[in-house]
């Protein structure tokens, strides 16, 4: 079952415009964060925020914002006023700890939304 | 940029051929994890590294392996390569590596194409 889910395969939007990008997740672990990347045509994964499964709290970093609402097993990102340098493609992903103290810090990803910023 | 460098930047191979992927992780750092990542898709999770020592591993055959080197860095390599193999493979560098909390900082990729 995939643990991360991003059903917006691609999203397009004229520059100024809100655009909010969909993640859910499932998982059975009580501990686990969640992250987002975004991957720019250069193939590189930037890191854009972490929240831990503790933390309900939406957060605002500039024109970006993210809600977390665990009731529904989601973590949406907005942006605000888009740019075309938005453009790229935005990754969800869900990290576990796993039980008897054993732990990995592994990614799962889910299959990215490709994010397109018109002039 | 996250300071984790990869090696080479793109590579051609024939099938059945090896490879070895080079990475240097962020100073400080001392996991490093490796993702697969096919055309159109979310990295897959391939192994990870701490203190020299595999700590996990996705669902990928033994003719993917791995070395991690006293200064953090690793190497990942194929063996027996087939076509399917061709994607993009991402280094990521964390601190820790015993708890999720740690965020993964990645690489650009390197680029391999299996002919």
């Known amino acids: 079952a995939q643990k991360v889910t991003q059903a917006q395969t691609e999203i397009s939007v004229v520059e100024k415009e809100d655009v909010t990008l969909d993640c859910v997740y499932e998982?059975?672990?009580?501990?686990?964060?969640l992250f987002w990347y975004k991957q720019p045509p250069s193939g590189e994964l930037v890191f854009l925020i972490r929240?831990?499964?503790?933390?309900?709290q939406n957060e605002i970093s500039g024109r970006y914002s993210w809600n977390f609402q665990k009731s529904t097993s989601s973590f949406n990102f907005t942006i605000t006023a888009s740019q075309v340098v938005d453009s790229a493609v935005y990754f969800c992903?869900?990290?576990?700890?796993?039980?008897?103290?054993?732990?990995?810090?592994?990614?799962?990803f889910g299959r990215g939304t490709q994010l397109t910023v018109w002039p | 940029e996250t300071g984790v460098t990869q090696s080479p930047t793109h590579l051609i191979k024939t099938r059945g051929q090896q490879v070895t992927l080079r990475c240097s992780s962020q100073?400080?750092?001392?996991?490093v994890s490796w993702y697969q990542q096919a055309l159109g898709q979310g990295p897959q999770f391939i192994f990870q590294?701490?203190?020299?020592?595999?700590?996990g591993r996705g669902n990928f055959p033994p003719r993917f392996s791995g070395l991690q080197f006293p200064n953090y860095s690793s190497e990942l390599n194929v063996n027996a390569l087939e076509l399917d193999d061709s994607a993009l493979y991402l280094c990521?560098?964390?601190?820790?590596?015993?708890?999720?909390?740690?965020?993964?900082?990645f690489g650009p990729g390197t680029r391999l194409t299996v002919l």
């Open positions: 992903a869900l990290s576990e700890r796993k039980d008897r103290g054993s732990t990995l810090g592994r990614l799962y």
């Open positions: 590294y701490y203190r020299e020592e595999e700590n």
């Open positions: 929240r831990n499964s503790f933390d309900e």
């Open positions: 998982t059975r672990d009580t501990t686990y964060y």
């Open positions: 990521a560098s964390s601190v820790g590596g015993t708890t999720p909390t740690d965020t993964q900082y």
């Open positions: 100073s400080g750092h001392n996991t």
